[in-house]
C-alpha cells in the first residue's frame, strides 16, 4: 500500500507581530503602534497574539506546489514585544507560544488515519519585524526552529520531527496581518512515511496587543 505521511508545522511559527501589506513609513514614530498606522507606541512587555484569519488554514505540504499533507483549522500565537524602536527600524519580540488545535487537523495523506498532535518546541524564538514588514523567526542561540507532529495511522501511531534554521514571513496593515508561505522544514526523525520535508503556510490575523489591532511602520 503507498502510504505518506505528514508533516511538520511549525513553528513556528511561530511568530508574531504585526501587519501591512505595506506598512506605513512614520519618522518619529514607533515601528509598532495600535489605534492605526503612526499611531500609538506598543510598549515593551505587552504580549501580542493572533489566531489564523477568519476562513483560512494553516498547511503543512509534502512539497511547495503540492497538497498532500496537513491542514489545520485553528491555530494561535503569543509574543512578548522586546524592543520596539522609533520608526524606521526593527522591532524585536519573544515568541513564547505557538499552538496547533489537532482537533481541527486533518490529513489526506494516504495511510493517515488523523492527527493526535502538533507541536512547536525549543521555545521561546526571537521574532524581528521590520519597518518594511519583513518578519524573521529564529531559535535561540545553540537551538533549532523544531515541530514534532504525532499521526494516527494504518499501521500505528508515528511521531514526526522538523526542524529549521529560521522562518520568514511578512506583516500586513490592510489586515493587521502575519504571513508564511511554504516555509521549509526538513525531517530529523520520523518514520518511512513522514515526509522528508514539510511546508508551511499560514496567515494570522488580526495581530493584536490587548485587543488592538498592530500596525507596522
Do not use: W
Not at 132 to 142: E, F, Q, R, Y
Amino acid at each position: 500500500m503507498r502510504t505518506r505521511s505528514l508533516l511538520a508545522l511549525a513553528g513556528t511559527a511561530t511568530a508574531l507581530a504585526l501587519a501591512v501589506a505595506a506598512p506605513a513609513s512614520a519618522d518619529g514614530g514607533a515601528v509598532l503602534t495600535t489605534g492605526g498606522a503612526g499611531g500609538t507606541a506598543v510598549a515593551t512587555g505587552d504580549t501580542l497574539t493572533a489566531p489564523l484569519a477568519s476562513g483560512t488554514s494553516a498547511t503543512l505540504y509534502s512539497s511547495a506546489t503540492g497538497t498532500s499533507g496537513v491542514t489545520c483549522t485553528s491555530s494561535q500565537f503569543t509574543a512578548t514585544v522586546t524592543d520596539n524602536p522609533t520608526a524606521p527600524g526593527t522591532a524585536t519580540e519573544s515568541v513564547t507560544g505557538h499552538t496547533f488545535d489537532s482537533s481541527s487537523c486533518t490529513s489526506n495523506v494516504t495511510g493517515v488515519l488523523g492527527v493526535s498532535s502538533i507541536t512547536v518546541d525549543n521555545l521561546p524564538y526571537r521574532a524581528t519585524v521590520a519597518s518594511d514588514g519583513t518578519l524573521t523567526v529564529s531559535p535561540a542561540s545553540g537551538s533549532t526552529i523544531q515541530t514534532t507532529v504525532k499521526l494516527r495511522t494504518l499501521l500505528g501511531s508515528i511521531t514526526c520531527v522538523y526542524q529549521a534554521a529560521s522562518l520568514t514571513g511578512k506583516a500586513g496593515n490592510a489586515d493587521n496581518s502575519i504571513s508564511f508561505t511554504n516555509q521549509q522544514f526538513t525531517k530529523t526523525s520520523g518514520s518511512s512515511l513522514c515526509f522528508a520535508n514539510g511546508y508551511f503556510t499560514a496567515r494570522y490575523a488580526p495581530v493584536t496587543d490587548g485587543g488592538a489591532p498592530v500596525y507596522v511602520n
